[in-house]
């Protein structure tokens, strides 16, 4: 069974930056794809990104310019978030997806003072 666990998000002022990394665990196998969602405080999960095998990614409007993300090695990504606003405070939770099968890390936790 894949885990992934998640680290990095933080304290930021806005216009600064964070990463965040996702790493799985538990195959041998190169993950389908990676994704983060985000969930603000009352408001429902969003994805954020989502990043296929061969490389594609796409981005969802309200991060693009802005979010980047790059993978170190097999099944470890790292997510990289320049020029934040308070908007983007939210949990942030990477998702791999392995053989139609989804798994979710355990949420990181990004705020984003003015």
């Known amino acids: 069974q894949v885990r992934l666990v998640e680290s990095g998000g933080g304290v930021v002022q806005s216009g600064g930056s964070l990463s965040l990394s996702c790493a799985a665990s538990?195959?041998?196998?190169?993950?389908?794809?990676i994704s983060w969602y985000r969930q603000a405080p009352g408001k429902q999960q969003e994805m954020v990104a989502e990043?296929?095998?061969?490389?594609?990614t796409t981005f969802a409007d309200f991060v693009k310019g802005r979010f980047v993300i790059s993978t170190q090695k097999k099944n470890a990504y790292t997510m990289q978030m320049n020029n934040l606003k308070p908007e983007d405070t939210a949990v942030y939770y990477c998702?791999?997806?392995?053989?139609?099968?989804?798994?979710w890390g355990q949420g990181t936790r990004v705020t984003v003072s003015s």
């Open positions: 998702k791999g997806r392995l053989l139609g099968k989804n798994s």
């Open positions: 538990g195959s041998r196998l190169l993950l389908d794809s």
């Open positions: 990043r296929l095998a061969g490389g594609a």
